[in-house]
């Protein structure tokens, strides 16, 4: 059973940098995927990485701000957040593919899901 555990959110002022983790246990090698859901929305894609770490993606609206990347030694995946605008306030959830899976923007191709971390940002 895969689990997966969050950390780093919080809160911080318009154009500040926060860094998500979320540790894994029970599955290595997987791809990733960072998610987010505000108030009163539908949970949206943020950004994916590839089980090697050789391809990303990232939403157009995150693009050139947000940067995804993993240590496969520690099962983790991480998610650097800098120029946060007052719109990234959302829960942050990490998910996990399948084991060597591609990078996938798709919620349906993850399998599991952590309980999410909170990042507020302030105007």
């Known amino acids: 059973q895969v689990q997966l555990a969050e950390s780093g959110g919080g809160l911080v002022q318009a154009g500040g940098s926060l860094r998500l983790s979320c540790l894994a246990s029970?599955?290595?090698?997987?791809?990733y995927g960072w998610f987010r859901q505000a108030p009163g929305k539908e949970r949206e894609f943020v950004a994916a990485?590839?089980?090697?770490?050789?391809?990303?993606y990232y939403a157009d609206s995150v693009k050139g701000r947000f940067t995804i990347s993993r240590d496969n030694a520690k099962n983790a995946v991480y998610l650097q957040m800098n120029s946060l605008k007052p719109e990234d306030t959302a829960l942050y959830y990490c998910?996990?593919?399948?084991?060597?899976?591609?990078?996938?923007?798709?919620?349906?191709?993850?399998?599991?899901w952590g309980q999410g971390t909170q990042v507020t940002v302030s105007s």
């Open positions: 998910a996990s593919g399948p084991t060597y899976g591609a990078a996938s923007r798709q919620k349906d191709n993850y399998t599991a």
């Open positions: 990485i590839n089980w090697s770490g050789t391809t990303t």
């Open positions: 029970g599955r290595v090698f997987s791809s």
